[in-house]
Every structure is written in C-alpha cells, then in structure tokens.
C-alpha cells in the first residue's frame, strides 16, 4: 500500500489539514490506489484533526469537506467507472461509490502514545478510535533485535565518526543501558505503581543522542587543540621576547648604575644648592 503521510510546518491549519485529506480521498477513488495513512499524535496540531478522523473511521467520510462544485467533480470523474460497476447513475449514488471506494482503499493506521492522559481522553472523546480500530500494542524488542538495530545505526555513521573499531563495543553497551533502564522501570511501578514507559523509541532516540553529541565534540575538539596550539605559540613567542629582554637589561646593567649615580651626584648637588638659596633667603 502506498504511505501517505502530512507534513506538519510551522504554519499548517485546519485548512491545510482538509486540503490534505481531499488529496488523500481523491488517490484512494479517484485514482484506485491502495493507501495506508500514517497518522501520529505529534500531528495533532488542532483537536478538530481527531474529529475528523472519527468520521472517516466511522462512516469513511467527513460531512461538509467538499464543496458543492468539488462534489460534481468527483461525480463527473467516476461516473463511466460507476457505470461499469452498475451503480445507478444518480448524483447521490456515484458519490456513495466514492466513499465505499476510500473505505475499500484506504487503511488508517494511528501511531498513539500511551503516556499520560491525552490519550485516554481522545478515546473516550472520540470512541470510534477504538470502536473501529484494532490495537496492536508493540511487545518489547528482545536483545538481540535491539544489538542489531544498534550495530546498523552505527554502521552508517562508522566511517564519518571513525568507529568502525568499536562498533560491537558500542551496540552492547546501547543495549546494556536499555535492559537497565527497563528492567529499573519494572522495579519502579513494582514498588510505586507508577510506569515509567522504555519504548523502541527510547531506545532510537538514545542512539541517535549517541551520534549526536559524539559528532558535535568530534567538530569541537579540532577546534579546541587549535586554540590551545595557538595559545602555546604565543607563550613560546614571549618567552622569547622575555628573554631577549633580560639580555638586553644585564647589557645595560651598568649604563644604568652610572647613569643612576651620576643622577645622586646631581641630587646633591641641587640640595646643596637649595640649602644656600635658602640662606640666602633668610638674610635678605
């Protein structure tokens, strides 16, 4: 069956929403095609979406979606394949085809967390998410799903991060954190009754933390041994000046004790010579 899925920015509205699912209806009858929809409760941007899909689930339509001149369309687009189906040629019988035919074609699979409470108010909200769906709750991936998963992830990024040495290091101790974060999450609703959900996803999302941030240090170390070379380059370059200055200094030494005599040579005189002018004051 062919995927359809919408695309969530930051912009999309209910219009947009309806816009999308015209499209799906219309490859679903008008074109003949086999399409699941793949639906998740991070699309849910407006709780109308859930309303919407009740409906079709309920009844394989949403009342009011087309408007009056997008109906005669879609007649006039199926009316000789209704023909050949013996579908009595009414306005209201072709479109009634048009909707069994998206009930026959279209497979909506809906992709819910059950953390929290958003989803236990939807179902009772909107019952024929439940009334007419099947659930299918995931098992636990076993070890050796979750060591190969692993090992697949970091393949292909082995080359890029320069891991292919430790890949099996790496998948088993992926693998090791989740079974001891599961099996403490066990313990934890044993003793409180409180779940703390370990899902597949967890179990992803770690992976690619993992990559994540070894590709973000493996861009920041480079760049970090520069700034200390840098930094070594120029305490080098002043030990240098450093030490040219202290030669220079033991060069002039001596200039400068003569120079420092000759100028208490100068400062007695000069007292002298104040002290006289001072004399010579007070006579006067």
């Not at 394949?81 to 085809?97: F, H, L, W």
């Not at 967390?113 to 991936?141: E, H, K, L, M």
Request: aromatic content about 8%; proline content about 3%; overall charge negative.
């Amino acid at each position: 069956m062919t995927t359809f899925q919408i695309e969530i920015t930051k912009s999309y509205c209910e219009k947009d929403w309806h816009e999308n699912i015209k499209d799906l209806l219309k490859m679903c009858a008008l074109d003949n095609r086999k399409v699941q929809f793949l639906f998740s409760d991070t699309q849910i941007v407006q709780e109308s979406f859930l309303e919407d899909i009740n409906n079709l689930l309920n009844s394989g339509e949403i009342p009011n979606l087309f408007l009056p001149d997008e109906k005669v369309i879609i007649i006039d687009e199926l009316t000789d394949r209704a023909k050949q189906e013996k579908i009595p040629q009414t306005r209201e019988a072709i479109y009634s085809y048009f909707v069994d035919t998206c009930r026959e074609n279209m497979h909506i699979v809906l992709a819910f967390s059950p953390v929290g409470d958003s989803f236990r108010d939807r179902c009772r909200q909107f019952p024929s998410i439940i009334n007419c769906a099947t659930i299918d709750w995931y098992n636990a991936w076993p070890e050796d799903a979750l060591y190969s998963v692993a090992y697949r992830k970091y393949q292909e990024k082995a080359q890029e991060l320069e891991i292919s040495a430790d890949l099996e290091v790496l998948s088993h101790a992926s693998v090791n954190l989740h079974m001891t974060v599961r099996k403490e999450s066990e313990n934890y609703y044993e003793e409180l009754r409180r779940n703390n959900y370990v899902t597949p996803m967890s179990y992803l999302a770690l992976v690619k933390v993992f990559l994540t941030e070894l590709k973000n240090q493996r861009d920041k170390i480079p760049v970090q041994i520069e700034k200390y070379e840098n930094g070594l380059r120029r305490l080098a370059e002043t030990n240098v000046i450093v030490e040219q200055l202290k030669k220079d200094l033991e060069t002039l030494a001596p200039e400068i004790e003569e120079k420092e005599k000759a100028t208490q040579e100068m400062v007695i005189v000069l007292q002298e010579k104040d002290k006289a002018a001072k004399d010579k004051e007070k006579i006067v």
